[in-house]
T-cell receptor
C-alpha cells in the first residue's frame, strides 16, 4: 500500500525558533499534499493544500508567512513553522493524494508532535 | 456552509455491534470516507463510499445514502483495540476533504 513518511516524528524547540517538517510519499507520486493540525481531543484542521510546483493554498486564518510550505517534487513537501510560539504546539499531520486520482483516498503520514517551550 | 455531524462519544461492549452515524451537508459530493484514529496517531483509512449502499470489509461495514446525506460505520464483534476515534469525511465538489469532529468509541469488557 501507499506509504507516507514524516520527519521528525516529534520535536521540541524554543520559542522564536523555526522548525521544518518533511512529508514524503515513499512509493507513489503525489500531485497534492495536505497539511493538517490537530489539537488535543479535536478533529483535523486543514491548514493548507500543497501542489507540486506551485504555491500552496492556505485555509482562512492560517498565516502563510508563518507556516511556509514548499512542494518541490512529486514526493516531498515541507512545512516550516517560523518563529514558533507555545500556541503552535500541536500534532501536525500531512497526507498525500496520488497523481491523477482526484477522488482517491488520502494517505496519511504518522504525524509530527511539536512542542514549543 | 458545509457541515458534518457525528456523535461525540459512544460506548459499547466487547463482542457487541456498534453503529456510528454521520450526516453531512456539503457543496457537492465526490465520496465519503471513514478513518480510524488512535490517540496520538495519524488517521488510518477504513472505507470509501461514493455510491449508495453497503460496503462490507471484514468486521467493518459502511453505508451511504446520498439522497439523505447520511452514512454509517458498522463495527461487529467489537474488540478492545477498536477503542479509537472514528472520523467521517466528505470529498466536496473541489475534491477537498471536509472533516467531521470524530466519534470517540469506548469499548468496555
Amino acid at each position: 500500500g501507499a506509504v507516507v513518511s514524516q520527519h521528525p516524528s516529534w520535536v521540541i524547540c524554543k520559542s522564536g525558533t523555526s522548525v521544518k517538517i518533511e512529508c514524503r510519499s515513499l512509493d507513489f507520486q503525489a500531485t497534492t499534499m495536505f497539511w493538517y493540525r490537530q489539537f488535543p481531543k479535536q478533529s483535523l484542521m486543514l491548514m493548507a493544500t500543497s501542489n507540486e510546483g506551485s504555491k500552496a493554498t492556505y485555509e482562512q486564518g492560517v498565516e502563510k508567512d508563518k507556516f511556509l510550505i514548499n512542494h518541490a517534487s512529486l514526493t516531498l513537501s515541507t512545512l516550516t513553522v517560523t518563529s514558533a510560539h507555545p500556541e503552535d504546539s500541536s500534532f501536525y499531520i500531512c497526507s498525500a493524494r496520488e497523481v491523477g486520482l482526484a477522488s482517491s483516498e488520502q494517505y496519511f503520514g504518522p504525524g509530527t508532535r511539536l512542542t514549543v517551550t | 456552509g458545509q457541515n458534518i455531524d457525528q456523535p461525540t462519544e459512544m460506548t459499547a461492549t466487547e463482542g457487541a455491534i456498534v453503529q456510528i452515524n454521520c450526516t453531512y451537508q456539503t457543496s457537492g459530493f465526490n465520496g465519503l470516507f471513514w478513518y480510524q484514529q488512535h490517540a496520538g496517531e495519524a488517521p488510518t483509512f477504513l472505507s470509501y463510499n461514493v455510491l449508495d449502499g453497503l460496503e462490507e470489509k471484514g468486521r467493518f461495514s459502511s453505508f451511504l445514502s446520498r439522497s439523505k446525506g447520511y452514512s454509517y460505520l458498522l463495527l461487529k464483534e467489537l474488540q478492545m483495540k477498536d477503542s479509537a476515534s472514528y472520523l467521517c469525511a466528505v470529498l466536496d465538489s473541489n475534491y477537498q476533504l471536509i472533516w467531521g469532529a470524530g466519534t470517540k468509541l469506548i469499548i468496555k469488557p
